[in-house]
């Protein structure tokens, strides 16, 4: 996943500050008065979503500071209003969400969530469309592509035990090019290794050299990394998904935004599809034809087959 860079404490925001203080030119740290602070919220959450309360303010300043100082800025204001206009904003733009975010995931990230999708979901799903047929599924900031390969690890393996010709897809998207690139490239610091279980590494993984692995190239091949903003659901690079998985994304976003991106996850799901997320990131929500499934461990959400509301108490 992408996450909000800075979500420890503030003080590492803080201490960096003081560093910068000596790096930029004169020693001077660019004032920013709240009016100004509120327009970069207020730019910020318009084109990403992302939501930067004032108690993450030294955050902001903190990153805004180090990308200014790489490309010769000395002015928020400057900066700001650079950022919107001429021919180099769209790419100045994007290497300033790239390092507001950090890439902070890992394979495997909540286990109950892969046994779901292989040992309940995977198994019903095939069995009701009685194949040949395919799969496609959906990871929803998929950051260097860690979440991606281990849900096509999962589904690979669990479709190789089903009769007849079966084929799946995954389309992991995410704002951050440069952490989709590292995805595509899909090699891995060696101590990563141990994220994987067992059973998958010793199929799917190989290893380069004692610093490194890489993802077995047929897998790699199942998995395609796009540029997408969940801002623009409207224009989902996906349709008619059997499996959408997004964790650990949702906490990022106000609560009504967060409805909003349910309701377009849940249109987008075919009759039978299910919808994961991260346990705790959504309370309290329903959705015509979608039923909350029944497990402690996984937040999960089916489509019925039959589209007619009748939902559970969640």
Known sequence: MVAVHGSGDDSL???ADLALSSVLPGGEIPGMDEDLFKRWVDLLERRTGIVVPSTRRSFLLTNLRGRMREAGYTSFETYYIDLQTGPKAAVEWATLVDRLTIHQTHFFRHQPSYDYIEKTWLPARTAALSWNGSIHAWS??????????????????????????????ITATDVSQPALAAGREGSYAVARRSEIPDEFAHRYVKLVDDQSFAIDERLRRRVAFSVFN????????VKEIDLIFCQNVMIYFPRERRLEMLAGFARLLKPGGVMILGPGEVTQWNYPGLERVSNRQVLAYRRLDDPRPSLDSV
């Open 13 to 15: 925001a803080r201490s």
């Open 140 to 169: 929803v900031g998929c950051a260097t592509g860690e979440e991606a390969y281990s849900l096509a690890m999962v589904i690979d393996r669990g479709l190789g035990t089903v009769p007849g010709r079966s084929y799946f897809g």
């Open 230 to 237: 969940l801002l623009d659901l409207g224009r989902a690079p």
